[in-house]
């Protein structure tokens, strides 16, 4: 059974930080790039980061890069997402996504909530 487990969200404040790890089960996680995305109200779902299989190559979106950065510990079947100096619109839910190289197999978490107010 394929389990993607996000946690690490909360209520921040501009300027502070988060750090969310999704715990990855039923599948052999070293072999998916591992992708954050995130879905604020209203808007469509966006690509944050992604990382490749090794965590040779990351990639960021636009808006996040510089404060963003994500990793992954293939022994422990996680991938986290280290979030510095949040603003208001960062918030959303941030989802974890694995999908294999040929595109074939694709995994989405639930969801953590992300909210970066005063």
């Known amino acids: 059974q394929v389990q993607l487990v996000e946690s690490g969200g909360g209520l921040v404040q501009p300027g502070e930080s988060l750090r969310l790890a999704c715990a990855a089960s039923?599948?052999?996680?070293?072999?998916?790039?591992m992708s954050w995305y995130r879905q604020a109200p209203g808007k469509e779902r966006e690509l944050v980061a992604s990382?490749?299989?090794?965590?040779?190559?990351?990639n960021y979106a636009d808006s996040v890069k510089g404060r963003f950065t994500i990793s992954r510990d293939n022994a422990k079947n996680t991938v986290y997402l280290q979030m510095n100096s949040l603003k208001p619109e960062d918030t959303a839910v941030y989802y974890c996504f694995a999908n294999n190289p040929w595109g074939t197999q694709r995994y989405w978490g639930q969801g953590t909530q992300v909210t970066v107010s005063s």
């Open positions: 039923g599948f052999t996680f070293s072999a998916y790039t």
């Open positions: 990382i490749t299989r090794s965590a040779g190559n990351a």
